[in-house]
Nanobody, 123 residues
């Protein structure tokens, strides 16, 4: 059973940076692709970034050039480095894993989810 735990959220001023971490257990880097989604109250989960099992990364256009997804394989930890944050980035951020070689942008394809970490950006 894959278990995911996010950390690193918090409050920051516009223009600031945060790094989110997702610690994974029961996970295989060769069988599970992983990604980050975000969600505002009353809205669906929005794809942010993914990493396939071959370490190919994809980042949503809305955060491209500001957000970077990476992982520490030895620590079984996925990261999301977020720079130049704006108020529009305020959301609950979720880590997700799918039993697949390549990740999709659709949240319904993911089998496992963390509980989320809140990111709040103030102007």
């Amino acid at each position: 059973q894959v278990q995911l735990q996010e950390s690193g959220g918090g409050s920051v001023q516009s223009g600031g940076s945060l790094r989110l971490s997702c610690s994974a257990s029961g996970y295989s880097s060769s069988r599970h692709c992983m990604g980050w989604f975000r969600q505002a109250p009353g809205r669906g989960r929005e794809w942010v970034a993914t990493m396939d099992t071959d370490v190919t990364t994809n980042v949503a256009y809305s955060v491209k050039g500001r957000f970077t997804i990476s992982r520490d394989k030895a620590k079984s930890t996925l990261y999301l480095q977020m720079n130049s944050l704006t108020t529009a980035d305020t959301d609950m951020y979720y880590c997700a894993a799918a039993y697949a070689l390549r990740c999709s942008m659709w949240s319904g394809d993911y089998n496992y989810w963390g509980q989320g970490t809140q990111v709040t950006v103030s102007s």
